[in-house]
């Protein structure tokens, strides 16, 4: 039995992060591998047990209020990861994995579990995009940017392709080993079948087959749909979209 | 007084384009952006807001309070900012500005009763959920949340549903009057696998206790480090028998649906009567029943035929889990064997460009499993992106079927329906559905 844990779920928990434990529950189970997704609503579930570890995103003020909590499981977390387990943090969180974490030139602590140097930005808004997973050729799509963390990373994980808000080209998040942190949050396994298929792979520790994925036909479908049209919203400025779209404006804080 | 004629001429000139429901408010505020302050409004005003619920709950004021007798004011075309408002006031008024009758009641959209407020000064505020929408636009219900407490001051009295732990927070000050939903019937059933709603504790910060849920975020809670709980409840939906809702123990209304976020709506519309309005709790019970739930531009829920087929549609909201887990618990709990459950997703905001459907990973489709639909027919430009969903929660794909185009998907729906259509889709999406609809029936 695989088992998925699912850290933090009644605290750190936004779009997709329930979904990425499901599917990929479902992905293995479709492989022939009995998976179960095991949650712990304010700690993290019993690391001996897991052989992967969700951390879902959180907003600011959750995050910077639980963050001293997040903290407390450091060396859980540090034990986990060198014994070969497979973590995987989304949103806000991923910041607190990293070397340094700054929010309004104030330095917070962090579990330094990973290269990066995070800033926190005080913006509230989530923004569409497209981004690619390093080492594939598929966008990554239908997932938002959090925006509320910015890295530069030397282990990219997620590249930024296009977004809602004018920004320059830059890595979001990082794959270090078998830990990944990533500033998009949303459904990420769920939008991209490759990054499924590498975790799902890494969580059996064999390679998995990859036909007899149910969903897989509406997801080729969707992704190229959504592709499409975000690639071809996003490339035009505020007044051609408002344009093509009848009057839809970017959303406006 | 020349700003609201010049609005009274705007807004005869604007029926004529079409744009009656924002025009003139928009043309007299960028002349006088207090407006709103120059009228002379109803001695009752009622401002009725949250995330979910205000358009049905204004509606079933609306109707219960003519129905009472009393004359009413209210911003009914469905606009809610202030050049909606301002619209509905400048028709309403005399060239004075003097709006007659007995209480205006007024939908406030919540991020801008800071800015509308200080010039309605309503006595009375309704807040009915704060729940997650449209985050691209609004950002989390905690932000929302400090967003409507700019808004309120002591001299107005919050009529409040405490079931919601953030709504419960905004009755620190001020006179307060808290309903609830307690009916057994109308809990949630135990096993909801997730939360698409924040759970936490609004003073401290940590994962509230729920006794037991009503849908999402919404419950009977309390905080086992801090002791942050809701009050008793002044008015409360106590039971449920049969078709009717037992509204403080010995009144009875019968909600068109009966399904928790039409009880919370009948909740808040018949603490606004009681309470705001001086309508005789039994009087207002019988406002509120079997009111059909419409404003000038939405039906909310409806039947419709198509073909041999029967059609419900239960209108929804995009970006709002809540309001199509509360459709989805309907269906499980109340359609018939062998139906078809449609969905159209085409535009995901009426009003801002958004490509993002991470919102439908939250939605609780696997409530479906209780009663399966027997064919799903999907429609609309992310329609593949729901069937996504639909198959990860464990509905067969073999009776999915899809079409990206509006057209394609009526013709689809026609063809392929077995037994009765439960149609879900947002009010952004709506108009696509009704006016195709309407095209069938001539």
């Known amino acids: 039995m695989i088992t998925i844990g699912q850290g933090f779920a009644g605290l750190f928990n936004s779009y997709g992060d329930w979904g990425n434990a499901q599917l990929l529950a479902r992905r293995l189970a479709d492989a022939g591998l009995a998976a179960e997704v095991t949650a712990s609503a304010s700690d993290l579930p019993d690391l001996g047990t897991c052989d992967i570890v969700f951390i879902g995103a959180a907003t600011l003020p959750t995050f910077r209020r639980q963050l001293d909590r997040l903290l407390t499981c450091g060396d859980e977390l540090r034990q986990y990861s060198s014994a070969g387990g497979v973590l995987f943090v989304t949103g806000l969180p991923a910041a607190a994995l990293g070397r340094s974490l700054t929010y309004h030139q104030q330095s917070l602590g962090c579990l330094q579990l990973t290269d990066q140097e995070f800033q926190i930005h005080d913006k509230r808004r989530f923004t569409d995009g497209v981004w690619q997973l390093f080492g594939s050729d598929t966008d990554v799509v239908g997932v938002l940017n959090s925006h509320l963390t910015w890295t530069d990373s030397a282990t990219p994980f997620l590249k930024t392709s296009l977004t809602a808000q004018p920004g320059h080209p830059r890595t979001d998040g990082c794959q270090q080993g078998k830990l990944f942190s990533s500033q998009v949050i949303g459904p990420l396994l769920a939008r991209n079948p490759d990054l499924l298929d590498k975790v799902a792979n890494m969580v059996a520790g064999q390679e998995l087959a990859s036909d007899d994925q149910p969903w897989m036909d509406f997801e080729k479908a969707a992704h190229a749909q959504a592709d499409r049209y975000l690639t071809e919203m996003l490339s035009l400025t505020e007044k051609q979209r408002a344009n093509a779209t009848g009057g839809l404006k970017s959303p406006t804080p | 007084m020349l700003t609201i004629t010049i609005g009274k001429v705007a807004r005869a000139v604007g029926r004529r384009l079409g744009r009656g429901s924002v025009l003139p408010g928009r043309i007299a505020l960028a002349l006088d952006r207090h407006l709103l302050a120059k009228f002379t409004l109803p001695a009752v005003v009622i401002a009725i807001t949250g995330s979910g619920g205000k358009t049905t709950t204004s509606?079933?004021?609306?109707?219960?309070?003519?129905?009472?007798?009393?004359?009413?004011?209210?911003?009914?075309?469905?606009?809610?900012?202030?050049?909606g408002i301002a619209t509905a006031l400048i028709q309403a008024s005399d060239r004075h500005g003097r709006v007659p009758g007995d209480v205006a009641i007024l939908e406030c959209e919540e991020r801008h009763c800071q800015y509308l407020f200080p010039d309605l000064r309503p006595g009375f505020v309704v807040i009915t959920n704060l729940s997650r929408d449209q985050v691209a636009r609004n950002g989390y219900p905690q932000f929302v949340a400090g967003e409507i407490a700019k808004a309120l001051t002591p001299a107005m009295t919050l009529l409040l549903n405490v079931d919601d732990p953030l709504v419960n927070a905004l009755g620190r000050d001020g006179r307060v009057i808290p309903f609830s939903v307690e009916a057994d019937a109308l809990r949630e059933p135990a096993g909801v696998p997730h939360r698409a709603d924040d759970s936490l504790c609004p003073n401290c910060g940590l994962a509230l206790d729920y006794d037991y849920r009503i849908i999402g975020n919404l419950g009977r809670y309390h905080c086992g480090h801090c002791g942050y709980q809701a009050p008793a409840p002044q008015h409360s939906v106590s039971a449920v028998v049969g078709t009717e809702l037992v509204i403080d123990d010995d009144y009875r209304a019968a909600?068109?649906?009966?399904?928790?976020?039409?009880?919370?709506?009948?909740?808040?519309?018949?603490?606004?009567?009681?309470?705001?309005?001086?309508?005789?709790?039994?009087?207002?019970?019988?406002?509120?029943?079997?009111?059909?739930?419409?404003?000038?531009?939405?039906?909310?829920?409806?039947?419709?035929?198509?073909?041999?087929?029967?059609?419900?549609?239960?209108?929804?909201?995009?970006?709002?889990?809540?309001?199509?887990?509360?459709?989805?618990?309907?269906?499980?709990?109340?359609?018939?064997?062998?139906?078809?459950?449609?969905?159209?997703?085409?535009?995901?905001?009426?009003?801002?460009?958004?490509?993002?459907?991470?919102?439908?990973?939250?939605?609780?489709?696997?409530?479906?499993?209780?009663?399966?639909?027997?064919?799903?027919?999907?429609?609309?430009?992310?329609?593949?992106?729901?069937?996504?969903?639909?198959?990860?929660?464990?509905?067969?794909?073999?009776?999915?079927?899809?079409?990206?185009?509006?057209?394609?998907?009526?013709?689809?729906?026609?063809?392929?329906s077995q037994g009765t259509i439960f149609f879900l889709t947002g009010f952004e999406d709506i108009d696509q559905f009704t006016s195709r609809l309407r095209k069938d029936e001539q």
Do not use: C
């Not at chain 2, 509606?59 to 050049?83: C, H, I, Q, T, W």
């Open chain 2, 59 to 83: 509606s079933l004021l609306r109707d219960a309070a003519s129905n009472a007798g009393l004359k009413v004011v209210s911003n009914a075309e469905g606009s809610n900012m202030a050049p």
């Open chain 2, 255 to 416: 909600p068109q649906i009966m399904n928790p976020a039409f009880a919370y709506n009948i909740l808040a519309a018949y603490v606004g009567l009681v309470e705001a309005m001086g309508v005789t709790p039994q009087a207002a019970a019988d406002g509120l029943t079997h009111k059909d739930v419409k404003n000038a531009l939405q039906d909310r829920v409806m039947t419709f035929q198509m073909g041999e087929h029967r059609g419900v549609f239960l209108l929804s909201k995009h970006e709002n889990t809540l309001t199509y887990n509360v459709s989805l618990r309907t269906i499980a709990d109340s359609a018939e064997r062998g139906y078809t459950l449609g969905v159209m997703l085409h535009r995901v905001s009426r009003k801002y460009f958004a490509g993002d459907v991470s919102w439908l990973w939250d939605i609780d489709w696997e409530v479906l499993a209780k009663n399966p639909p027997a064919k799903v027919l999907l429609g609309g430009r992310f329609a593949n992106d729901i069937a996504v969903r639909l198959v990860a929660a464990g509905i067969d794909q073999d009776i999915i079927e899809v079409d990206l185009s509006l057209d394609g998907y009526m013709d689809l729906l026609r063809r392929q």
